[in-house]
């Protein structure tokens, strides 16, 4: 069972840009996808970015497609998501999740992080 810790939340200016990052524990990185989803209040947790094992590969909803970037260093369990251009509807609190498929799907990540609040002004 891997262990997520996200960071690099905040407050900010519609316009502006943050990065997110998710440490992991243990040796076993490298062998899962990683996701990063977010929910805001009174709505259900939707998906943001995946990336593949090996990071070469990426998909991401078509809210945030050409605003957002997931990358990943694996030598350092991290898996990071750039925000660019946020708006008022990015604000939630945004999750990182690990899972055995390269997915969009909630339910097939198995592991999650606590979360980190972002929050874009008008």
């Known amino acids: 069972q891997v262990q997520l810790v996200e960071s690099g939340g905040g407050l900010v200016q519609a316009g502006g840009s943050l990065r997110l990052s998710c440490t992991t524990s243990?040796?076993?990185?490298?062998?899962?996808?990683m996701g990063w989803f977010r929910q805001a209040p009174g709505k259900e947790r939707e998906f943001v970015a995946a990336?593949?094992?090996?990071?070469?590969?990426?998909y991401y909803a078509d809210s945030v497609k050409g605003r957002c970037a997931i990358s990943r260093e694996n030598a350092k369990n991290t898996v990071y998501l750039q925000m660019n251009s946020l708006k008022p509807e990015d604000t939630a609190v945004y999750y990182c999740?690990?899972?055995?498929?390269?997915?969009?799907?909630?339910?097939?990540?198995?592991?999650w992080g606590q979360g980190t609040q972002v929050t874009v002004s008008s």
């Open positions: 999740a690990a899972g055995l498929i390269f997915s969009s799907r909630s339910t097939d990540f198995s592991s």
């Open positions: 243990g040796r076993t990185f490298s062998s899962y996808a």
């Open positions: 990336i593949t094992r090996s990071g070469t590969s990426t």
